[in-house]
């Protein structure tokens, strides 16, 4: 271990001036953190009190697929029916169409990310098997 330069000779006021630098370093830093990071999460639009996922789709999906229609291709819902016939009877089915798009709809991918495609694509399938209910959906 390398030692810390801190020459026994140091006045005790000196070493203790020196401590409360550091608890002011330490302290600051954690403050930033703590104010910061709700603040980057507001950039993103994201508020705790509903699912990651729910507020991804209304981002980035419910244009189209409001209350979990399609208002582009009438038969291409999310609902449980329309996903089962496309043989899409899954969050891992609807992830890659989240993903990468699929015929006329094109892919969310980059914008959503790794985590954000996962998050919004098990919400649209719990919602499939729930049918969609109204109460999950934002009061607006
Ligand atoms: C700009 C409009 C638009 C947006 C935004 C959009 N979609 Fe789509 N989506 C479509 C269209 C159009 C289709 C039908 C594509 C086809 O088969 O030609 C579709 C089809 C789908 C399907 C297949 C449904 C079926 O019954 O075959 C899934 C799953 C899906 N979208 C999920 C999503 C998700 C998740 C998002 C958000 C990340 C999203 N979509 C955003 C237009 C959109």
């Given at each position: 271990?390398?030692a810390?330069?801190?020459?026994?000779?140091?006045?005790?006021?000196?070493r203790?001036q020196?401590?409360?630098?550091?608890?002011?370093?330490?302290?600051?830093?954690?403050?930033?953190?703590?104010?910061?990071?709700?603040?980057?999460?507001?950039?993103?639009?994201?508020?705790?009190?509903?699912?990651?996922?729910?507020?991804?789709?209304?981002q980035?999906?419910?244009?189209?697929?409001?209350?979990g229609?399609?208002?582009?291709?009438?038969?291409?819902?999310?609902?449980?029916?329309a996903?089962?016939?496309?043989?899409?009877?899954?969050?891992e089915?609807?992830?890659?169409?989240?993903?990468?798009?699929?015929?006329q709809m094109?892919?969310?991918?980059?914008?959503?990310?790794?985590?954000?495609?996962?998050q919004?694509s098990?919400?649209?399938?719990q919602?499939?098997l729930?049918?969609?209910?109204?109460g999950?959906?934002p009061?607006?």
């Amino acid at each position: 271990m390398v030692a810390v330069v801190d020459p026994p000779a140091l006045p005790l006021g000196r070493r203790v001036q020196q401590l409360l630098v550091w608890f002011l370093l330490l302290f600051s830093t954690l403050l930033l953190l703590v104010c910061a990071g709700p603040a980057m999460a507001e950039g993103v639009q994201l508020d705790a009190s509903r699912p990651a996922g729910a507020q991804l789709f209304d981002q980035h999906c419910a244009g189209c697929h409001v209350n979990g229609g399609n208002i582009i291709r009438r038969g291409k819902t999310l609902q449980l029916k329309a996903l089962e016939r496309q043989g899409l009877g899954s969050a891992e089915a609807i992830a890659a169409i989240a993903a990468n798009g699929i015929g006329q709809m094109s892919g969310y991918g980059a914008v959503l990310g790794g985590e954000g495609v996962d998050q919004v694509s098990s919400w649209v399938w719990q919602q499939a098997l729930a049918g969609w209910p109204r109460g999950v959906r934002p009061a607006s």
